[in-house]
């Protein structure tokens, strides 16, 4: 039954019992007509329109936007994200880092309660980390927590051991938690699929009413005072005296299938704000339905182009002089203004543009040049003969095939990949774009089976290169698919996620930039935003870096609709 028809069926009763009761009434004398009652105010909704259908709504096996962006409405981690690039206790009330940043330990806040009443405990993070550390975990998170140790101390402390220091982790405690209490019983392997996901128990500040692959309703906790330190912070449904504007009441989120049927739901008010539409759609659509305005959210994903590194496969991409011209040769600047309508920033580093770490005179930019381009390839050994160019030590035309993720699944990066391959073959570099399906594509990445890819690397909002570029990250099942080897990068990534003040920590991330700069082991193109459409009428989100759409919600309970 959809909304329409509840209307309808509610109406009718409503018919249905006044004719009843004027049926079984005596007849009376004429009176006076009593004045009608005063109609009650119709309860505000916020309607938000999300590209993707949700699977499996749970921290622990989130597969789509819509499955995240319900996890961060019902459930909370131990920190949050704070305004700017601050990260703010939540569920722990304070934490102490040892050993280098190898130990950290948290407290947890003795008012954090889940939504039946039960208290948040360490058993709730420890069981939350079995089950992101299981065989079988599909969370984007897994190799995060894949060798950390986490022991339960007492109801309130919890431990973690790493294997190697990191000042990330602290990011990665906004990681969910699951209820033990409820929860605790079940295998993990069984999870995922447990009936409870139907009619979730969470500790965040919305509870899940309903779900189904159409829509979720979530409405607020309304019994706990409105203190933003708290961690439960909310405000009651109500209109707020002489304010002109009340809190969100209630919140819908409608799924649909493709940006195009969400962009016409928009125009046709059926949803009050659309997110991460494309770039191009999104900005048309700015001033659409009630004075649709655009947010943009800083993203944390870099799109790169990765060379294979291994020598034994590509020799001619070993010259830093060679990966430099590579770049040159390739338009950034008209990637960010016409493929992404100008809702992204290029990238002249793998550090994000946003980030606290980024470094502009460490990282250099490096203009589309393509005399320049030509200047570096000769330096490299590299020679053009007949408009080709041939690698050092070898007379054939040197080609290229470029993979990456077919259109269907990322259309940006595949009309990025064509970008590149038409900039290359234009400079000499015969350069075929290979799609492929994500599972084939991750296959040939990982077996080290490709020359050159377009490729979406997520590096944080406290960025740590050191997964995708370290020399012991080459090995198998590690995330160094270029197959870096370089030591002088190694000791310059150790030293950029030990711990430290925020000065030794910019001091150490610019000596990466600097080194990353000189070495260019991938190729960054661009960083592209998060877009939110939103009504004017809605006053309070406000953009920060985030790392994915979801944490577009980070402020939520500071919203509020105004009168329309």
């Known amino acids: 039954m959809n909304r329409r028809d509840s209307a309808v069926v509610l109406a009718l009763g409503v018919l249905l019992v006044a004719l009843v009761t004027a049926l079984a009434l005596p007849a009376a004398s004429p009176a006076a007509t009593p004045s009608p009652a005063p109609t009650p105010p119709q309860e505000a909704v916020f309607r938000e329109g999300i590209v993707g ?30 305004p700017g690039d601050s990260i703010l206790p939540d569920l722990a009330e304070r934490w102490t880092t040892e050993q280098d940043g190898q130990r950290w330990t ?95 128990i969470g500790n965040g500040a919305f509870t899940l009413v309903q779900w189904d692959e159409t829509s979720a309703v979530l409405e607020p906790i309304t019994s706990l005072p409105p203190d933003l330190s708290r961690p439960f912070a909310t405000f009651p449904p109500r209109r707020l005296s002489g304010s002109g504007a009340a809190l969100l009441p209630r919140l819908e989120l409608l799924f649909y299938e493709t940006a195009d049927d969400l962009a016409d739901a928009l125009r046709a008010g059926e949803v009050d704000s659309a997110s991460e539409l494309p770039g191009p759609l999104a900005t048309t659509l700015e001033g659409a339905g009630d004075d649709a305005r655009l947010l943009r959210y800083p993203g944390t994903t870099l799109t790169s182009v990765v060379l294979n590194l291994r020598p034994r496969q590509q020799p001619a991409f070993a010259d830093p002089r060679t ?51 030509a200047s570096d390839l000769k330096a490299a050994g590299w020679k053009k003969t007949g408009g080709r160019w041939t690698a050092p030590g070898t007379t054939k035309a040197f080609e290229i095939e470029l993979l990456t993720p ?114 260019l082991p991938i190729l960054p193109l661009v960083f592209r935003d998060h877009l939110y459409l939103v009504p004017a009428s809605l006053q309070g989100p406000t953009p920060r870096p985030i790392a994915d759409a979801s944490e577009r919600f980070w402020d939520v309970l500071t919203w509020r609709l105004a009168d329309r």
């Open 53 to 82: 259908l949700p699977s499996s709504p749970t921290p622990i096996s989130a597969r789509t936007q819509a499955d995240r962006d319900i996890v961060a409405l019902v459930f909370r981690g131990l920190v949050r994200l704070g």
């Open 106 to 200: 948290f407290t947890l806040r003795r008012d954090a309660r889940w939504h039946d009443g039960e208290p948040v405990t360490a058993e709730d993070v420890a069981l939350t980390v079995r089950a992101l550390q299981a065989p079988g975990s599909t969370s984007p998170a897994a190799e995060t927590w894949r060798k950390v140790v986490a022991t339960v101390l007492d109801e309130r402390t919890v431990r973690f051991d790493l294997n190697a220091p990191s000042t990330g982790f602290l990011d990665a405690m906004r990681q969910p938690l699951l209820p033990a209490h409820l929860l605790g019983s079940v295998s993990v392997d069984a999870l995922a699929d447990h009936p409870f996901w139907r009619s979730p």
């Open 323 to 373: 990966r430099r011209g590579l770049l040159e040769a390739i338009d950034r600047n008209g990637i960010v203004t016409g493929i992404l309508a100008g809702t992204a920033r290029r990238a002249d580093s793998p550090v994000p543009p946003a980030s606290w770490a980024f470094d502009q005179a460490a990282s250099k930019k490096i203009a589309h040049d393509v005399d320049a381009a």
């Open 406 to 519: 077919d259109a269907d699944s990322n259309p940006v990066a595949a009309a990025i990949a064509a970008e590149v391959a038409r900039a290359w073959s234009d400079f000499g570099l015969r350069t075929t774009v290979t799609e492929l399906p994500p599972a084939e594509f991750v296959t040939r990445l990982r077996d080290g089976d490709f020359a050159a890819a377009v490729v979406d690397v997520n590096v944080g909002l406290d960025p740590d290169l050191f997964p995708i570029l370290a020399s012991t990250q080459a090995r198998s099942g590690g995330s160094n698919i270029a197959g870096v080897q370089d030591s002088t990068l190694d000791k310059a990534l150790d030293a950029a996620r030990k711990p430290g003040t925020r000065a030794e920590r910019t001091k150490a991330m610019s000596k990466l930039q600097q080194v990353l700069a000189a070495r």
